[in-house]
């Protein structure tokens, strides 16, 4: 048995859930990491140390929310421009997996669904921007839903 521990997002849990539901391999190494028989973490053929820091407020900023809980934004700067600079110093500092809060703390705290049936596009694009930005830098994301 393939045992993988998800690292990237809830919808690559579902799909790989679904993809083994219905018989399908599922061998995803670059968004998945492994645990090889040394019982570390690999991701493909290289060991993997996850060096994780913890993000709850990244999907208001992400969607450009003037303020964030309790504070405002520094001058001069927008959500996304702190959303890369997090990442930035991140990657400065090693860090490689980011743990997202994926609910909104402050900012009204909108909801990525307002009722049955209905979503809020504009925290789903906060979320997806948040994403490539770690994409982008190489760093890993789990989502935790509370």
């Known amino acids: 048995m393939h045992t993988s521990i998800c690292i990237i997002g809830p919808l690559l849990v579902a ?16 968004h998945f990491a492994t645990v090889g028989p040394d019982n570390n973490f690999r991701l493909g053929c290289q060991t993997f140390w996850p060096a994780i820091f913890n993000q709850w407020e990244i999907l208001e900023l992400g969607t450009g929310a003037p303020a964030i809980y309790g504070s405002s934004l520094p001058a001069n700067t927008t959500g996304p421009q702190l959303v890369r600079g997090y990442l930035d110093t991140a990657v400065t500092n090693n860090l490689n ?5 994926a609910q909104t703390v402050g900012f009204n705290r909108a909801p990525f669904q307002t009722s049955p049936g209905v979503y809020n596009e504009n925290i789903f694009r906060g979320l997806d921007y948040a994403l ?12 935790i839903h509370a």
């Open 15 to 30: 799909a790989t859930l679904l993809a083994s539901s219905q018989g399908a391999p599922v061998n995803d190494t670059e």
């Open 97 to 101: 997996v980011m743990r997202i809060w």
């Open 132 to 143: 490539d930005q770690a994409r982008q830098r190489n760093i890993k994301a789990g989502c």
